[in-house]
Structures are given as structure tokens and as C-alpha cells.
């Protein structure tokens, strides 16, 4: 059977829907996995039973994650904050983790491992960080506007046989403090972090790009996608 990705859905801001990232989906899709909406709810006890019937956990982006859940105030510009996600994504990831369920975090996501593994992140880059290239392009989606330089160690460099790569970028946070257990994999060319993997569990591996834009147009990414359903089709065996 095809491994089954757990992916958080939020509420919209009327609170009457939920939404979620069609190109996720494909993403999963397309990699030989079934993607499983979850809706964001104060029940982590119910998201938390959903994920015990899942194989992985895909991590997307969203809006900027609530700085006290890294021990900080309000102190730089947010955008916008949905405490309900942040909540149940976070405990969703720290299950995973002890659980050795394969993660997949990208842009907010990476952010979100990063938290709950016991990291931290800037709450707004261009405040707190002098000579930042510019992370939020103003560019199709699917289009590469900076470099990323990759570790030769890492896990991400032995999916994407790459060691200088050129991605998109939607961000204004970023991963600053490294969790324990958690190592960097790629950086921009102004040393912000792009890239962490957890040091010995199976998959738990963030990139700050979106490479669910870019894999029609660069099938390089879809590997991260593929090498993600592997796992987890393996925590399903």
C-alpha cells in the first residue's frame, strides 16, 4: 500500500473553512504517497490519534509561527498567527520525532521542526539580521531567485547530488539556534539557514524553499519528495 502523509490544514480567516496548499498535494501525489488532510484543532489528543494511522508528516508553509513558542515576545513585524496550528503542529512534531516518523518541514515547516525540536528562529529577518539577501521574491512561483550552497555530509545533498543549488524564497523568519540532534544542511549566500536534518533518525529534514513550486519546472526537486515517501514507506514495513 502507498504510504499515507499526514498534512495540516488551517482554518481561513473567517474561521469557516479549511485550506491548505493545493501543490502539497501534488507534490505527495506525484511521489507515490496519499496525502491526509488534518484539520487544525485545540484537540491535539484527536490529531495525535490521526497520526498514529499515518506514515509521515509534511510540514507546509503558512503564516509565521507565534514567538512564544520559542520562549520570546512580540518584539519584530509578523505578518499573521494561527494559534491553532502552531499548537498542533508542534505537538504533531515533537510525536514524530520520538516516534521516528518521517518529517518533511518546508519554508514555515522547517521553522516549525526547528521549535519543537528545541531551536529557535528570527521573528522577522531583515530586523534582526544585517545584510539578508532579499527572501521574499517577487517572482513566479516556481522560478529561482537565490543560491543555496549544500553540505557534502548531509542527507540533503545525498537526495539532490547537488552541492549549489538555485531555489525560490517566501520568507521573512528563518531558523537562527539549531535544535539538539539537528544539523545545518544548506545556507543562502548571506548565511541564512536553509536547510536542517535531524543527525541519526530516519527522515527529519527541513528546507526553507518551496520545492512544491518547482519540481514541474526542475524535476531535482521532486527527489526530496520521492526520498520522503520512501521513508516513509518503510515506517510503514
Known sequence: MRPVIAIVVSLDRKGESYVGGRAYVDAIEAAGGVPLLLPCSDDEDMASQLLARVDGLLL???PDVDPVHFGEEPTHNYTRIDPQRDSVEIAL???SLREDIPILGICRGIQVLNIAAGGDIYQDLASQREG?????????RWYPTHAVEVS????LF???G?????????H???????APSFKVSAVAGDGVIEGIEHSSLRFALGVQWHPE???RKFPLFKRLFTSFIDAAESSAN
Not at 547537488?162 to 517566501?170: A, D, H, I, K, P
Open 60 to 62: 507546509p508553509g503558512g
Open 93 to 95: 512534531t515533537k510525536l
Open 132 to 140: 539578508t539577501l532579499i527572501h521574499d521574491q517577487k517572482a513566479p
Open 152 to 155: 557534502h555530509d548531509s542527507k
Open 158 to 160: 545525498a537526495i539532490l
Open 162 to 170: 547537488q552541492s549549489s543549488l538555485r531555489v525560490n524564497s517566501y
Open 172 to 178: 521573512h523568519q528563518a531558523v537562527r539556534d539549531v
Open 213 to 215: 513550486g518547482m519540481w
